[in-house]
């Protein structure tokens, strides 16, 4: 079988990454990697715990003349986003990636990558399989779903874990340690909504072009979320001619910002040209509004002709309209004691309307508790003030800064002396499985690196090769000096 990866270096970690790349492991498919990961500690003869949900614990002893040093706990999640390009045939059930190597980075054709998580899995594989690296014992966690509410680290048993220290490898900018992260929930807002045949000129429309990204690490861009625009597009409709909505649906993930919104509506016979002029009107003020942040941002109206459909009523239409002109979306106060941190956001991630109710889901995030509870609450009175409902569902805490780490101080210390550069300490607004950890086993001394990783979440995800050999080094000093 041929590998795409070959030559590229460290060897054994490229070998293991690619190895994963073939097995289907979005959030919900992680069974069959799962195994692979299990199956590779039986064949090694390496003491293995896989729980009921999938998640997977390998133990490795301390090298030689490391054994009264103190564990340490390598951790990375097995899940990937899975997101492709509209015009892909992708099957994410079933299809392995289709890996390319270009310009220093590699890439998977027309889908995300999964370089978050996938590179941590293959450090560890490979930290596992090399018997010449000194280290102490290793405890290499593996977790399911952290992609769609971390509910892999919810259901982990840390008691069978002797860790003092945990090393999280899922940061996506080298030269950064992440020390700090947001708590976060999913909201499940519910409208119920009515519907009645109604007779019109039919039109399909599509917010599309957008850049879309990582609902933490790149909801201060500002980029366009295409199920917000949607919503203000058929509120300008609204507001110059009959209109009324037969269907609507955009966003795939909660935690990533949406590229993507379609929708049908109805509009009377002869309001044709009008629509045309208000779609083109309302698609000029985008492309000023967006020209930096989504330069390809563009609406697509197609009509179809005359046709009765079961739409909303035009009660429900505005209601519908009413929420997603009226919710919050997007950053909501920025930190005062980390200068550039976002503290609060929120991102309505997914929308769909069904036959008898609209339904949004928004991932919230906020480093302040407080903070992440108040949008509960606005996003829950919006929701009874509109005869509807919102339930909370995938809570984690927030990862509190640790002033004093010496896991901390050796790791910068190393990568100094590697690279000649002082290593950035920085808290992160994207949530991060050490909260709940820190949680679970407080005291823990934690951290989270990564290489250099881009549009993580999207189609054009890709993971730098020399970054990855970098960090690769990096960790296999620092394992080495924590002897004492």
């Given amino acids: 079988m041929e590998r795409k990866l070959a030559g590229l270096e460290p060897e054994r970690v490229w070998y293991y990454f690619e190895e994963l790349c073939r097995i289907p492991h979005g959030s919900g498919n992680t069974r069959q990697i799962s195994d692979y990961c299990a199956n590779f500690a039986g064949e090694r003869g390496l003491r293995c715990i896989q729980d009921e949900v999938g998640n997977v614990i390998i133990f490795k002893p301390a090298a030689p003349g490391y054994e009264n040093a103190p564990a340490v706990i390598v951790q990375g999640h097995l899940d990937m986003v899975a997101e492709k390009t509209p015009d892909s045939s992708h099957d994410f059930l ?14 998977a054709r027309d889908t995300t990558l999964g370089g978050d998580d996938g590179i941590a899995i293959a450090y560890a594989l490979a930290l596992l399989e090399d018997d010449s690296l000194p280290h102490p014992a290793l405890e290499c966690v593996f977790t399911v779903e952290e992609e769609t509410g971390m509910d892999g680290a919810y259901a982990l048993d840390m008691s069978v874990l002797q860790g003092k220290y945990l090393l999280n490898l899922d940061s996506e900018e080298e030269g950064t340690v992440l020390a700090s992260c ?11 909504v009515e519907r009645r045949e109604t007779e019109g000129m039919a039109y399909r429309l599509e917010i599309t072009g957008l850049k879309g990204g990582h609902s933490g690490s790149e909801i201060d861009k500002e980029r366009g979320n295409a199920d917000i625009l949607m919503g203000r597009l058929l509120y300008e409709i609204g507001r110059e001619m009959s209109m009324v909505i037969c269907s609507m649906k955009g966003g795939l993930k909660d935690n990533a910002i949406p590229r993507l919104c379609e929708a049908r509506i109805l509009i009377k016979k002869g309001d044709e040209g009008e629509l045309e002029r208000v779609i083109r009107a309302v698609e000029c003020d985008l492309k000023g509004e967006f020209a930096v942040q989504d330069p390809d941002i563009a609406i697509v109206c197609e009509a179809e002709g005359e046709k009765e459909e079961n739409a909303l009523t035009p009660a429900s239409t505005t209601k519908v309209l009413f929420f997603l002109n009226s919710c919050p979306n997007g950053v909501q106060a920025m930190s005062h004691q980390i200068e550039g941190l976002v503290e609060t956001s929120l991102n309505l991630g997914i929308m769909e309307l069904a036959d008898e109710a609209f339904v949004a889901h928004f991932s919230i995030r906020s480093s302040v508790r407080s903070r992440k509870y108040l949008l509960c609450h606005k996003l829950e009175f919006l929701c009874e003030l509109l005869g509807g409902e919102a339930e909370s569902t995938s809570e984690y805490p927030e990862w509190k800064f640790r002033a004093e780490s010496h896991l901390r101080d050796v790791l910068c210390a190393v990568y100094e002396e590697q690279t000649g550069k002082k290593m950035q300490v920085q808290a992160i607004h994207a949530g991060l499985e050490c909260g709940l950890f820190d949680d679970k086993k407080p005291g823990m001394d934690m951290i989270s690196i990564g290489p250099d990783m881009r549009d993580i979440h999207t189609a054009s995800e890709r993971l730098n090769i020399a970054s990855v050999e970098r960090t690769w080094n990096l960790l296999c000093e620092v394992l080495r000096r924590l002897k004492d």
């Fill in 182 to 192: 947001a708590g976060g929930l999913r909201k499940i807002c519910t409208l119920p």
């Fill in 94 to 107: 079933k299809d392995s990636l289709d890996l390319f190597v270009e310009d220093g980075w590699v890439g």
